[in-house]
């Protein structure tokens, strides 16, 4: 046995160096882009990972005589903070139904407006329009929120001094009607996000071999027809990463949107609060960090098991487009 185990052991140590000396050798001949590899890394280390070990501060009581460090343990008392307040059902029900239903409709819009832009045939138009389109997104939610304002205020309001007033209808006091709010904040984040992902989602046309319509013509195949059966079918892969990534996201909200363009009005938090504006709001006035970051690591857990499920649903449907 110690006869056959020798021979073995020399052999796995043997394919071990070469594998290193392998290595090594792939890491010098293609230096050159390692070395542009080194910053997108750092960037990805110093912002992602590096933070995470703050992690132990959702399981502290902060105080600023002992430090980080010297803060007493308190176990999972800083959860309790999130799920014993009846508030809970309210502004998870608004995160959740939010971020699906801008999920579901940028993305719409998006692959539409994309699928438009693809078949304008001057360049100069479409590079115009996707400029157009894609400005919101760089724009702030505090300037966004003015924006809004303009339009829905009381008196002075686009929509009241003018849309309204045209079909003779009485002005709309926007920001003290909840059941208006769905609809605007959902118009408002199309209006900031579908712009850049149509822009990701002509970058992928762009990429079709067009030898595929091509034959389509000759075949005799109609614009549409075009747009189902390749167009769509080439850029599903993207759209389901793109899917899958943004579920990472579905227990988290935009917060300028929530807080920023309502104006934190009080009357509309039944339809405007999410978990994020709430422990906001909650945290200013007991300025206890141990608690916002509970909060924030729940949503991370809670996203990276979305993530994992939407990943294992897509790869049962069709393994070949799942992102892992």
Known sequence: MRETAAPAREAGQTRYRAKGVKFWRNFWQFRTLTLML????????LNNYLPMFGLFIAFKKINYVDGIWGSPWIGFDNFTFLFNNGSLWRIVRNTVGYSMTFMIV???????????LNELRSRIAVKSYQSF??????????????????FLHPTHGFINSTVLEWFGKA?????????YWPFILTVVSAWKGVGIGAVIYIAAIAGIDTEYYEAAVIDGASKW????????PSIMPIIIIITILNMGHVFNSDFGLFYQVPLDSGVLYPATDTVDTYVYRVLTQLNDIGMSSAAAMVQSVLGFIMVFLTNGAVRRINSD????
């Open 38 to 45: 080194v910053p997108a890394a750092l960037v990805l280390l």
């Open 321 to 324: 487009q799942a992102l892992f």
């Open 225 to 232: 027809k075009q747009m189902m059966h390749i167009t769509l």
């Open 106 to 116: 940028n993305l719409i819009l998006s692959v539409a407006i994309a699928l438009a």
């Open 133 to 150: 389109l894609i400005m919101p997104h760089f724009l702030s939610m505090i300037v966004i929120s003015y924006l809004v304002y303009a």
């Open 171 to 179: 002005p709309v006091s926007w920001y003290m009607e909840k059941e």
